[in-house]
């Protein structure tokens, strides 16, 4: 299973070269004999090599060198394609000199006998018999190696050795290449277009992770390409595979990023914040790199679809698209799992990030035109907010507060002129945010509280416990609760108590709000959905946090409770 990478490079060839016809076959040659050690008579076909070892390709010996392999290589006609050459492929973590018939065909590197005097030659090469040497019938093929620089004791550095014709072997390199910068092309366009969604709305991190995973995909993808497409001495190979192992764990753990952030369930950050350590589990239950690869794309798939079939039993936007999408990449793995990184990763790739990406841009419209509405919805509340503060009745009874106090207590009635200016003044500095600090919004209580305390001749206190001045909240929200207490609300009493508390609940915060329940506070403190105090409340929830928010809104004991909770901003 190791070898179906060149495997399948090999059939790309067969496949590339069959365009014009029947497709020549390729001669594997599984069977060798192996000798620790080094004599140039034994590159010779009449040596006599009965007393060396018989083993399979990659069962080999590991010893770095010098070793010799031998064996024989039956040419049929089948193999040739006329006007071409007969050709050798050899992959392995090896310097190499290959011997056809006694004669050198080709050689990678420099074969020695210790590590300062050996040059690493190529992982795979291919090289082409001389006419006068391929004619048909059985040959004798010898390969001289070492190999001191292979950094890690590999579960088998000798790969593939197969005859066949030159051009099929050759183009087996451009068709894999071809079908790699079809599938980055892809993936980069994908990228390109998640990035650009991002800048359009800088609130959208989906589409700022999914443009993270387009990155990261075609990185592993040149890093997985590299070998069949651009080629490197064997030295440089342990290198690249750690380049594929901690790419293939950074994609695994975005794509479980991207779903978490998509569809933002309860528990999202936890398991956005496990996956990262669990993906690393891998590298210890199998000594095979493919297998870890695999193993890592497995359980990021899982987790992945896992949570885009929750947010489907949610009804979630998007969820069904991507819950297929991810269904069919962890199916196309978990039947051929060694040879996705290699090649169905190109196709399961493109068609992942084509579902996520269309179901993403749908979800992102409905959001977009949600989000337009509400903020046309908060800016008529806006302006009724505003005019409501304005309002006859209000200026009414607050001029005839302020004449009286002219006359009695000038001092009562400057304060009363600098609290109403307070209010007003910074409610109409607030009302266009999207969010303010909470120190803003407690402040726009008070000078309301003030006011009122003034015009009525009654005592309003608003406790808070476990706020954050410094957290951000929609504006003239506790300010309209706030309002609706003191119209409706305390009726009889000297001291009115309003309180304020705040607690963290997952990675969000709830704030809850009492007021005491006057004599009419049910008539409009119920505040139904068509109210324009609550109605106000919900739109600026939902313009600054879409559908991310909760508001509680009822009775409770001999109060009234509000609770609103808001997610992480």
Request: charged share 20%; with cysteine.
């Amino acid at each position: 299973m190791r070898h179906r990478p060149f495997l399948a490079i090999l059939v790309l060839g067969t496949l590339a070269s069959g365009c014009a016809g029947s497709p020549p076959p390729t001669e594997q040659v599984r069977q060798l004999r192996v000798r620790i050690g080094d004599d140039p008579r034994w590159a010779q076909p009449g040596f006599d090599d009965g007393d060396w070892q018989m083993v399979a390709l990659d069962d080999a010996p590991h010893h770095p060198g010098p070793l010799w392999l031998r064996g024989e290589v039956e040419v049929r006609p089948e193999h040739r394609v006329a006007g071409h050459p007969l050709g050798v492929l050899f992959a392995a973590l090896a310097s190499h000199e290959l011997y056809w018939d006694g004669e050198r065909i080709g050689r990678g590197g420099v074969v020695g006998p210790s590590a300062e005097e050996e040059e690493p030659g190529p992982i795979s090469a291919h090289y082409a018999v001389p006419e006068r040497l391929a004619a048909p019938g059985r040959h004798q093929l010898a390969i001289r190696a070492s190999g001191y620089h292979r950094g890690y004791e590999f579960s088998s550095p000798w790969w593939v050795l197969a005859v066949g014709d030159y051009d099929t072997l050759a183009l087996a390199g451009g068709a894999y290449a071809a079908l790699a910068a079809t599938s980055l092309s892809g993936i980069l366009l994908g990228g390109a277009f998640a990035l650009v969604l991002f800048l359009l709305d800088r609130r959208d991190r989906a589409s700022l992770v999914l443009a993270l995973l387009c990155l990261t995909a075609a990185a592993l993808l040149v890093a997985e390409s590299w070998r069949a497409v651009v080629g490197y001495t064997y030295d440089w190979h342990l290198a690249r595979l750690l380049a594929v192992t901690s790419l293939s764990w950074l994609l695994s753990v975005l794509l479980v990023l991207f779903v978490t952030t998509r569809f933002p369930l309860p528990g999202a950050r936890r398991v956005a914040a496990v996956t990262p350590v669990a993906l690393v589990v891998p590298l210890f239950l199998t000594p095979g790199w493919d297998g870890r690869a695999a193993l890592m794309f497995l359980l990021g798939l899982a987790v992945a679809l896992g949570w885009a079939l929750l947010a489907r039993r949610r009804r979630l936007p998007g969820s069904l698209a991507t819950a297929l999408a991810l269904g069919i990449a962890f199916l196309a793995l978990f039947v051929e799992p060694f040879s996705f990184a290699d090649l169905t990763l190109f196709f399961a790739l493109d068609l992942l990030l084509l579902f996520l990406l269309a179901s993403h841009a749908l979800a992102t419209r409905r959001e977009s035109r949600r989000r337009q509405t509400a903020e046309l919805s908060a800016a008529r509340l806006e302006l009724e907010l505003l005019r409501r503060h304005l309002q006859p009745h209000f200026l009414m009874n607050t001029l005839t507060a302020l004449s009286e106090w002219i006359e009695e207590d000038p001092r009562e009635a400057t304060a009363m002129v600098q609290a109403l200016a307070g209010e007003l003044r910074l409610l109409a500095r607030v009302s266009r945010q999207r969010l303010i600090p909470l120190a803003d919004e407690l402040r726009l209580c008070e000078l309301h509280l003030q006011v009122m305390g003034r015009r009525r001749g009654r005592s309003y206190r608003l406790l808070t416990a476990g706020v954050d001045p410094a957290a951000p909240v929609p504006p003239a929200v506790l300010h309209t609760l706030v309002e609706n207490a003191v119209t409706h609300g305390g009726q009889g009493v000297e001291e009115v108590t309003l309180r304020l508390t705040a607690e963290a609940v997952g990675g969000g915060t709830r704030y809850v709000f009492e007021a005491p329940r006057g004599r009419d506070f049910g008539a409009e403190g119920d505040d139904p959905p068509g109210g324009t105090g609550l109605a106000y409340v919900r739109a600026r929830l939902a313009e600054s946090f879409g559908d991310r928010w909760r508001l509680e809104h009822g009775p409770a004991g001999l109060g009234w409770r509000t609770a609103i909770t808001l997610p992480q901003a």
